[in-house]
């Protein structure tokens, strides 16, 4: 492993789910307090913020809230790799020694029901959307159904993936559904989008997520952090032939998706393989995505699921413990916040402070993946 | 490529070469949209929705491309024999769409 530059030192979250009457920013502002108070660092000592919402607002502007301190404070728009682009810039900025603390955030607040695009936002002619192919939860039916097709993988597994997200939900206090349903309960809900029935799939939701990190060299000066390093954070998007949301057509050779290539330069940059980690956090938008985005990034191989989920490989005193807060299944998916919450689970995790739903064995290493339109990857590797 | 774009996606090139695609194909996945997508972009009522298929069609060795499916959506398998044919939006603009080949079996 090479030497850590980065350091998580403060970690804080709004609670997911619905909260009337608080705003996006509002959730967001909260959770940077939160991740202060925790690094045992003020507002003013942040040099460079980063940070976004899908449909809730301008983060700079919670500076309001915070302090205008007149630090730099950039604002990030980026689908569902919004928190992990973030994470990213600050990231490469404290890398590069142009500043020593940074705070990153995402949050959002979406109404209920399936998102609302425009095709022209997306480089999309108009007719895609009228003729009702704008809808995301219509590429995840699609791909699982081929997944499924080409891997002999059963619709019981996609039940056994939100089983065990609503099992750790409900030992996650800030989850949104913390009830845990049979996987018979869940093969049997209404049909959404086919084979995903509605306790498979994700739901927009709302949320906020903050981390504080250093510069390495800057640890001296807060000798209370308990610093968790990050490694790796890598953002990728899409090639020509690749099987992505909102795509009108596909090639006849798929081209690898972008998971595979921001997962494999993460754990590149990190100097640690796939086979070293003890707790990943994928992208499970709904059932099939965590089955697919683990082989994708290399966690497991094509078509291995059904026995892992068989054997009870990732479950919290598993092999492979994957999505231990519930993942998007149990939180719900404010978009902006989603990716950062991945990374909250994992430092607190890397910590043993975990509770309820602590990893056993005091786990090393840590994985975390987003995935989104219009092909959209971002991983980050930690480690103690 | 599908829809026509002026520059390739792969290399960015602007010489775009149109081709006529085969009308007919086999499914190569699909799923069914069981609510009525949000509205807009969809252009239809809420009230009168009925699922719809929607697969990706491979038109021979050259291209799979998105479509609604005609007919049916609890008979739709991945393999079928699927043709093109004319779909109206509400507006009575003519679209696409892929419909089962009731003459021949597939595998």
């Known amino acids: ?384 | 490529m599908f829809p026509l774009r002026m520059r390739c996606t792969a290399c960015a090139g602007s010489e775009v070469v149109r081709r006529l695609l085969p009308s007919r194909g086999t499914l190569w996945t699909y799923t069914v949209q069981r609510f009525p997508p949000p509205s807009p972009p969809y252009r239809g009522s809420s009230e009168t929705f009925t699922p719809f298929g929607v697969g990706y069609v491979e038109l021979d060795d050259i291209v799979r491309v998105e479509s609604r499916l005609i007919g049916d959506p609890e008979t739709l398998r991945i393999g079928m024999v699927l043709e093109l044919v004319p779909l109206l939006d509400v507006d009575g603009e003519p679209t696409y769409a892929f419909a089962p080949v009731h003459e021949e079996t597939s595998k």
């Open chain 1, 1 to 384: 492993m090479s030497d850590p530059a980065v350091a998580i030192v403060g970690i804080g979250l709004h609670p997911f789910g619905r909260h009337e009457g608080v705003s996006g920013l509002e959730m967001g502002a909260h959770a940077v307090r939160l991740a202060l108070e925790d690094a045992g660092l003020r507002w003013s000592d942040v040099e460079f913020a980063a940070g976004g919402s899908s449909s809730s607002g301008n983060a700079d502007t919670m500076v309001a809230d915070l302090g205008a301190t007149g630090l730099a404070f950039l604002n990030v728009h980026n689908g569902c790799a919004t928190g992990g682009s973030a994470l990213v810039s600050v990231y490469n900025a404290l890398r590069s020694g142009a500043c020593d603390v940074g705070v990153v955030v995402g949050f959002d607040k979406h109404p209920r029901g399936a998102f609302a695009e425009r095709p022209e936002d997306w480089s999309l002619p108009a007719w895609y959307g009228t003729a009702g192919l704008m809808v995301t939860t219509q590429f995840f039916g699609m791909k699982i159904q081929r997944y499924m097709h080409d891997h002999g993988i059963e619709p019981a597994t996609l039940a056994k993936v939100a089983n065990k997200a609503f099992r750790n939900g409900e030992k996650n206090e800030n989850a949104w559904r913390r009830q845990p349903l049979s996987e018979d309960e869940i093969l049997n809900a209404r049909m959404v989008s086919d084979p995903l029935t509605q306790y498979m799939l994700c739901s927009p939701g709302e949320g906020g997520a903050a981390l504080v990190l250093c510069r390495s060299e800057y640890l001296r000066r807060i000798p209370q952090a308990r610093p968790i390093y990050l490694r790796s954070a890598v953002l990728q998007t899409r090639q020509p032939q690749s099987f992505d949301v909102y795509s009108p057509a596909l090639g006849m050779e798929l081209s690898p998706s972008p998971s595979v290539a921001a997962a494999q330069m993460a754990f590149e940059r990190a100097g640690v393989a796939p086979s070293e980690i003890d707790i990943a956090q994928v992208q499970d938008t709904e059932s099939g995505a965590e089955l697919i985005h683990l082989a994708e990034c290399g966690l497991c191989e094509h078509g291995e699921q059904a026995g892992l989920y068989g054997r009870g490989a990732t479950e919290i005193a598993g092999d492979l413990p994957v999505n231990t807060d519930g993942g998007c299944i149990a939180n719900g998916e404010p978009i902006g916040a989603s990716g950062l919450r991945q990374v909250y689970e994992t430092v607190l995790q890397l910590r043993g402070e975990a509770g309820d739903r602590q990893v056993p064995n005091e786990p090393k290493t840590g994985f975390t993946h987003v995935y989104g339109a219009p092909g959209v990857s971002a991983c980050t590797v930690l480690s103690r």
